[in-house]
């Protein structure tokens, strides 16, 4: 069975379950770090899930900690097994696992543009210019693009990624039109001083 685990903003996997409890084992996932596999409803901390959680249990005996609760291990638990209706929305959406309320996406997360658009925006104001106004085009776009992400709206990142990227290339080619148009003037101006 595959399993997907978060971390922080990012979902990790496929990782076999005993792939899954060497990484529980090592300290590398903590009670609290959320996993899923098909056939889960919705992701939960690990700690709540009954065919992961004896291993929190171990640790808390072993150490003689006291369990505070956080585990639940009862069989009729939501985490012990999938209702026919959760396989269903599982079956429906495809197997993509759902985190935070939107898909935590394997794919990497799109470019930004900031620091384009921070340099063109810098620039502009540099060349006193009303170029400026596109930058900062690009800079929203491109501020939009993580959270949109991370909130599991990949597709939404995909366009505002793409949005920023043509507000860079809009104040950079308005840029270039300024100091082409600035060394034609001058060109010009020597000229009929001579």
């Known amino acids: 069975?595959?399993?997907?685990?978060?971390?922080?903003?990012?979902?990790?996997?496929p990782v076999s379950e005993d792939e899954l409890r060497d990484l529980i084992n090592n300290g590398i996932i903590a009670a609290e770090t959320r996993v899923w596999r098909e056939g889960m409803e919705d992701w939960l901390p690990v700690s709540q899930v009954s065919e992961l959680a004896d291993r929190f249990l171990k640790k808390a005996e072993e150490s003689g900690a006291e369990s505070d609760g956080a585990v639940e291990t009862r069989e009729d638990s939501p985490a012990s097994s999938a209702s026919s209706s959760?396989?269903?929305?599982?079956?429906?959406?495809?197997s993509e696992p759902v985190f935070g309320g939107g898909s935590l996406s394997s794919e990497p997360m799109p470019p930004d543009y900031t620091s384009q658009a921070i340099t063109g925006l810098i620039l502009s104001i540099l060349c006193?210019?009303?170029i400026a106004g596109f930058a900062i085009?690009?800079?929203v776009q491109?501020?939009?693009v993580k959270n949109l992400y991370v909130q599991g709206d990949y597709e939404g990142a995909l366009e505002a990624s793409a949005k920023a990227k043509r507000w860079c290339n809009i104040t950079t080619g308005a840029l270039v039109a300024a100091?082409?148009?600035?060394?034609?003037?001058?060109?010009?101006?020597?000229?009929?001083?001579?």
């Open 1 to 13: 069975m595959e399993w997907f685990y978060a971390r922080g903003d990012m979902q990790r996997g």
């Open 86 to 94: 959760a396989t269903d929305e599982v079956a429906r959406r495809g």
């Open 128 to 130: 006193c210019t009303p």
């Open 137 to 139: 085009a690009a800079i």
């Open 142 to 144: 491109g501020s939009k």
């Open 179 to 194: 100091v082409v148009l600035f060394v034609v003037y001058i060109v010009i101006a020597m000229s009929l001083e001579q």
